[in-house]
């Protein structure tokens, strides 16, 4: 006899699969889960991308019976090993809570995996409406009234190492270029590493909020719409540039310091590259001389020569957002852990 199941609505299933460890399995198709999931889901799919796309045409144009004929077709060899995979996932859990699963809809998918996993003797709870349910929510979430306060400065404040000592300080923070993988500039992904799609960027960045306190202040990297290829959620957006920057007033050495630390460790041809990038706005003979200081290893040549470039950036950006709240706080000369303090006091005396 089938162990039984129940389904449950996107908050308490969010809730029960955060508990202790529950196994997030996802039932679609591994091409869906590449472009977004649930974080911490892991790929349990019934069918692949090519057998997804022929069942459901079959559904469409021959309907149900013959779809689901031909997914028997499919997922009867390996129901076997399908059991076998679950039972080693389900057993590495150490306190062996219910399996959640989702598919698209919370439909034939999970609901044919539930059956034989639970009659295979594991406890199964589904996502009702499935990854569709669940990204219905998430609107609402990005567009709450968080109490957010940027860390604002020029490329090269070293905003993203002040944000980690803000955390490490015991404050609430929101690591946006973390969450997509970049930096945010010509410079921002060297590694050339994957980012996440907008959507999973969006899902990966839910996560994070709702662990969050709402009665407390969130620190947040000034950013733009767009870090690397990953769009911030507009509501999101919308709401942090509503709320107060506090800009680090860095000195030039300061930030050529920084850069040099931060890309000193970097293949050459790499920082070429990212040069070259950026060749037409920041100059022919600008870009040239850049290079010639990478050749003689004289990086910091080449930063402060960046730092024109993204300096003048900066500034056309701040004056597309005139009136933007923006507050400075003096932290020239000084490292990023008393950079972070200052940025507390500071938002202290403004009651943030």
């Not at 003689?296 to 950006?317: C, N, S, V, W």
């Not at 940025?343 to 009651?351: E, I, S, T, V």
Request: with cysteine.
């Amino acid at each position: 006899m089938a162990v039984p199941s129940r389904s449950v609505g996107v908050q308490d299933f969010l809730e029960g699969s955060r508990e202790k460890g529950a196994l997030l399995l996802d039932a679609r198709s591994p091409g869906e889960f590449a472009e977004a999931h649930i974080p911490g889901a892991v790929s349990f799919p019934l069918f692949d991308d090519a057998e997804r796309a022929e069942v459901g045409t079959m559904y469409k144009q021959e309907g149900r019976e013959m779809a689901v004929e031909r997914g028997l077709e499919f997922i009867g060899p390996r129901m076997a090993d399908m059991v076998r995979s679950a039972k080693a996932l389900f057993a590495e859990q150490p306190d062996r809570r219910p399996i959640h699963m989702y598919c698209w809809r919370g439909g034939m998918r999970s609901g044919s995996l539930s059956w034989l996993l639970r009659t295979a003797g594991m406890p199964v709870v589904l996502l009702e409406g499935g990854y569709k349910a669940y990204k219905q929510t998430l609107p609402a979430l990005m567009g709450q009234e968080w109490p957010l306060v940027r860390v604002g400065g020029y490329t090269g404040s070293a905003k993203t190492a002040v944000l980690q000592a803000l955390a490490e300080a015991g404050e609430q923070t929101v690591d946006l270029e973390g969450l997509a993988r970049h930096f945010g500039s010509a410079f921002g992904n060297l590694n050339r590493h994957d980012q996440p799609t907008s959507e999973h960027f969006r899902n990966l960045l839910a996560e994070c909020l709702v662990g969050l306190d709402p009665t407390r202040r969130i620190w947040v990297e000034n950013e733009s719409r767009k870090i690397g290829k990953v769009h911030v959620p507009e509501p999101f957006y919308k709401r942090m540039i509503a709320c107060p920057a506090l800009e680090m007033l860095r000195s030039t050495q300061d930030r050529v310091d920084h850069l040099v630390g931060m890309y000193g460790a970097y293949d050459t041809a790499l920082l070429h590259q990212a040069f070259e990038a950026i060749r037409s706005e920041l100059g022919g003979a600008e870009t040239t001389e850049a290079l010639a200081a990478l050749q003689q290893d004289d990086l910091a040549t080449a930063a402060r020569i960046a730092l024109d470039y993204y300096d003048r950036t900066y500034e056309h950006g701040l004056q597309k957002r005139a009136g933007d709240n923006r507050y400075p706080v003096e932290a020239q000369g000084l490292p990023v852990t008393e950079c972070a303090q200052r940025l507390m006091d500071a938002a202290d005396r403004m009651g943030l």
